[in-house]
């Protein structure tokens, strides 16, 4: 009986590992005494921001608070619930916890009630909301030159076939904004169905001040209109040109000819050269980077504002193939050929020479793509969230980049993936949230 006792007894929230500087910090920046009071001070501050979200239902029919329901849907992200009933299940096991700081006025809503309310509340605000709130709760130093990686992705979970019963629907589609400086997308924007990105990303960039900023997308967005929505922003752009821009993509290939290259690698003084390699598995890859001033060979480049330097990545892959031993008499005998292949991708900037600059802006565009739409495929599933309610899913999404980009953020601490801290904080929601909650705030 004694040790069912001790056994059923409730833990006791740690905090060891945290530092009395850390803690200071901590009860200064929320105005509390003791740190156990962390996740009653800083989930009434979110209630408090949510309950600025505009209530289109009417005021005399509403059974659920707007701000308790998405509150609700924010935690239950945290752990690892991703549907609409994962999130219902969550409130019913955390129900008298989450009564301690919200009203849960009717009860506890169904799933459906879940997806309808969520359908209602404005995107634009949710979002503006919870990346005022992130930026507010952890600590964020200031980059000389920051970073936003431009690129859109499909939720193919969402898309609907033809039957005789409904008809085709596209999937719901978002243009996404990776900031590296605060490891955070921090725009979600749906694209129109018979559209595509390209007047998503101009409408996007007017009115914003891109000081100190540097804009990065694919091809498919390397257009006269976006580059000079970058321009009028006062931002930078370091942007790559493909086959869809024909006679600009020839025209490039055509300059960074072999002689071109070995005058740069010698040291042109209108031009950079950076090169490094890396092992991945069985392969050695080198990549090289050319960047040049010599433009005024080009006659269109008054078409692209503010054209300062033109470049090329080339990335050379030597990989060890196992070849078929035909030898008579041979046993056990591996034999390798090395198979060498080469790409080349070419890019424009209103940037002036900076060959090292360029490749390391290159590769950290792929932020938006492993950092983002990666985990929200795997961490979250939401390729397999079959919501019908495209504003619903929407919301859920901007729900789920919140809590990722508070996962990226104390990942350190924990050493472990993503999937396995969501799992960490389900085992016991109300220990081990407070936990998470302090290393969010003193991450760096």
Same mark, same amino acid.
């Given at each position: 009986?004694?040790?069912?006792?001790?056994?059923?007894?409730?833990?006791?929230?740690?905090?060891?590992?945290?530092?009395?500087?850390?803690?200071?910090?901590?009860?200064?920046?929320?105005?509390?005494?003791?740190?156990?009071?962390?996740?009653?001070?800083?989930?009434?501050?979110?209630?408090?921001?949510?309950?600025?979200?505009?209530?289109?239902?009417?005021?005399?029919?509403?059974?659920?608070?707007?701000?308790?329901?998405?509150?609700?849907?924010?935690?239950a992200s945290f752990g690892d619930n991703?549907?609409?009933?994962?999130?219902?299940?969550?409130?019913?096991?955390?129900?008298?916890?989450?009564?301690?700081?919200?009203?849960?006025?009717?009860?506890?809503?169904?799933?459906?009630?879940?997806?309808?309310?969520?359908?209602?509340?404005?995107?634009?605000? !949710?979002?503006?909301? =919870?990346? *005022?709130? @992130?930026? %507010?709760? &952890?600590?964020? /130093?200031?980059?000389?030159?920051?970073?936003?990686?431009?690129?859109?992705?499909?939720?193919?979970?969402?898309?609907?076939?033809?039957?005789?019963?409904?008809?085709?629907?596209?999937?719901?589609?978002?243009?996404?904004?990776?900031?590296?400086?605060?490891?955070?997308?921090?725009?979600?924007?749906?694209?129109?169905?018979?559209?595509?990105?390209?007047?998503?990303?101009?409408?996007?960039?007017?009115?914003?001040?891109?000081?100190?900023?540097?804009?990065?997308?694919?091809?498919?967005?390397?257009?006269?209109?976006?580059?000079?929505?970058?321009?009028?922003?006062?931002?930078?752009?370091?942007?790559?040109?493909?086959?869809?821009?024909?006679? !600009?993509?020839?025209? =490039?290939? *055509?300059? @960074?000819? %072999?002689? &071109?290259?070995? /005058?740069?690698?010698?040291?042109?003084t209108l031009s950079g050269y950076y090169?490094?390699?890396?092992?991945?598995?069985?392969?050695?890859?080198?990549?090289?980077?050319?960047?040049?001033?010599?433009?005024?060979?080009?006659?269109?480049?008054?078409?692209?504002?503010?054209?300062?330097?033109?470049?090329?990545?080339?990335?050379?892959?030597?990989?060890?193939?196992?070849?078929?031993?035909?030898?008579?008499?041979?046993?056990?005998?591996?034999?390798?050929?090395?198979?060498?292949?080469?790409?080349?991708?070419?890019?424009?900037?209103?940037?002036?020479?900076?060959?090292?600059?360029?490749?390391?802006?290159?590769?950290?565009?792929?932020?938006?793509?492993?950092?983002?739409? =990666?985990?929200?495929?795997?961490?979250?599933?939401?390729?397999?969230?079959?919501?019908?309610?495209?504003?619903?899913?929407?919301?859920?999404?901007?729900?789920?980049?919140?809590?990722?980009?508070?996962?990226?953020?104390?990942?350190?601490?924990?050493?472990?993936?993503?999937?396995?801290?969501?799992?960490?904080?389900?085992?016991?929601?109300?220990?081990?949230?407070?936990?998470?909650?302090?290393?969010?705030?003193?991450?760096?």
């Amino acid at each position: 009986i004694e040790m069912a006792v001790i056994c059923m007894a409730k833990p006791k929230k740690k905090y060891s590992d945290l530092s009395s500087l850390e803690k200071s910090y901590i009860k200064k920046k929320l105005g509390i005494t003791t740190i156990q009071e962390i996740d009653t001070a800083i989930l009434k501050q979110l209630k408090e921001r949510l309950k600025q979200l505009k209530d289109s239902r009417n005021q005399h029919m509403i059974l659920y608070k707007l701000w308790d329901v998405i509150m609700c849907v924010i935690l239950a992200s945290f752990g690892d619930n991703n549907s609409w009933d994962a999130i219902h299940d969550f409130v019913i096991d955390n129900y008298l916890w989450l009564k301690s700081f919200l009203q849960m006025t009717g009860g506890i809503p169904t799933a459906e009630s879940y997806e309808r309310i969520m359908g209602l509340v404005d995107s634009k605000e !949710l979002n503006q909301i =919870l990346f *005022d709130f @992130f930026k %507010e709760i &952890t600590f964020t /130093e200031k980059e000389e030159i920051s970073l936003l990686n431009i690129d859109g992705r499909n939720n193919n979970g969402s898309k609907k076939n033809k039957t005789i019963f409904s008809e085709e629907k596209a999937p719901l589609n978002c243009l996404n904004v990776y900031s590296t400086q605060y490891r955070y997308c921090i725009e979600t924007s749906p694209i129109q169905e018979k559209s595509n990105e390209i007047p998503a990303v101009e409408n996007y960039l007017k009115g914003l001040n891109l000081t100190g900023t540097i804009v990065t997308w694919d091809a498919l967005n390397t257009q006269t209109k976006n580059i000079e929505a970058v321009r009028k922003a006062h931002g930078d752009y370091i942007v790559p040109v493909k086959a869809n821009q024909g006679t !600009l993509y020839r025209d =490039l290939a *055509d300059y @960074f000819d %072999e002689q &071109t290259c070995e /005058e740069m690698i010698a040291g042109n003084t209108l031009s950079g050269y950076y090169t490094y390699i890396e092992k991945s598995h069985s392969s050695i890859i080198k990549y090289e980077c050319f960047q040049t001033s010599d433009i005024n060979w080009y006659d269109r480049k008054e078409d692209w504002k503010d054209l300062q330097t033109i470049g090329m990545i080339k990335k050379t892959i030597i990989k060890k193939v196992k070849e078929k031993n035909t030898r008579k008499n041979a046993k056990n005998e591996t034999i390798y050929k090395e198979v060498t292949t080469v790409e080349k991708r070419y890019y424009i900037s209103s940037r002036s020479v900076n060959a090292e600059e360029l490749e390391k802006t290159v590769r950290a565009h792929w932020n938006v793509e492993n950092l983002i739409h =990666l985990h929200l495929d795997i961490t979250f599933c939401q390729d397999k969230n079959r919501t019908s309610n495209k504003n619903a899913l929407l919301n859920l999404e901007i729900v789920h980049k919140f809590v990722l980009g508070c996962l990226t953020r104390v990942k350190p601490r924990y050493n472990r993936s993503l999937e396995r801290i969501r799992k960490h904080i389900s085992n016991n929601f109300e220990e081990f949230f407070p936990e998470f909650i302090c290393y969010l705030i003193v991450s760096r």
